[in-house]
């Protein structure tokens, strides 16, 4: 009897244990920034063809890439990243919307976090959505003819806030490698922790999407191993607005075909103009 009272303490102290980590340790756990000085960075940006996407303080926010005649109108769309790296590791977005055929200029912005790249502060969800909204909104002066917003993994949890948030600014947006929410992503890694409970950053992507209505591209990796790609096929099929799904089946969360000419570029663009059209 004592072992066994002696075993079941040490039980509680490593799971307590887990649990303090988990809210003590919970951001470092969720992001994996990259960091650089600003002068490298802009170096970097002007060697792929990338120009600083500054906000009205003149703060770097992140990197755009301009059709040559860069007039008003065309159409425009911001990137958010995944919770690695920083934004100009994110040039293969760059890369495919400017291959498109397609007769409408494209401005591609990559959004940075803070905390991330050459920005100040400290990364949290409630701090990235903010200044994300902040961004977002600096371009509706504009006047771009559509503005189209992607989601990397967990920028997909930006993304949705930002759709919900300005349902009549955004005309549509790419999910890749989503997910229902963090918190079901954490019960995947923890499914004997309380994680609903203890985890603050919660990225909700299924409240904000049914907020906001227009057509959504969901971009699965079959074989992803980071993200399960049954939740992204649950967040598909909860949404009832105008949507489509592709999935690339054997890649995984950082293998997917983001090469220029791949398919599914002209597809989801397709989509995302014209929802309504028989495939």
């Known amino acids: 009897m004592p072992t066994a009272i002696k075993m079941f303490g040490i039980l509680v102290l490593i799971y307590g244990g887990l649990l303090l980590m988990l809210v003590s340790c919970q951001r470092k756990m969720i992001y994996f920034p990259s960091y650089g000085s600003e002068e490298r960075l802009l170096k970097e940006a002007h060697g792929k063809g990338l120009s600083a996407w500054r906000n009205a303080d003149r703060e770097l926010i992140g990197w755009k890439a301009s059709p040559p005649e860069n007039g008003s109108g065309g159409n425009a769309v911001v990137v958010f990243h995944g919770n690695a790296g920083h934004a100009l590791h994110r040039d293969y977005f760059v890369d495919g919307f400017l291959a498109l055929d397609d007769t409408t200029p494209w401005t591609i912005h990559v959004f940075e976090y803070p905390g991330y790249g050459a920005r100040q502060g400290e990364p949290s969800e409630e701090r990235f959505k903010t200044s994300a909204g902040e961004a977002v909104a600096s371009l509706f002066s504009e006047n771009y003819d559509r503005l189209f917003l992607v989601g990397e993994s967990l920028g ?120 309504g059209k028989e495939r």
Do not use: C
């Open 156 to 275: 997909t949890g930006v993304a949705t806030h930002l759709a919900a948030r300005f349902p009549e600014r955004v005309d549509g947006l790419l999910l890749i490698t989503p997910f229902t929410s963090l918190v079901d992503v954490g019960r995947t890694y923890y499914p004997f922790l309380p994680v609903g409970m203890l985890l603050q950053e919660r990225y909700d992507n299924l409240v904000p999407l049914e907020g906001y209505g227009g057509p959504v591209a969901f971009l699965i990796a079959g074989a992803d191993e980071i993200i399960p790609a049954s939740l992204g096929r649950q967040l598909y099929e909860a949404y009832s607005g105008p949507k489509r799904i592709w999935v690339q089946e054997g890649r995984g969360h950082n293998t997917l075909d983001y090469h220029p000419r791949a398919n599914w570029w002209k597809e989801v663009v397709g989509f995302l103009h014209n929802p």
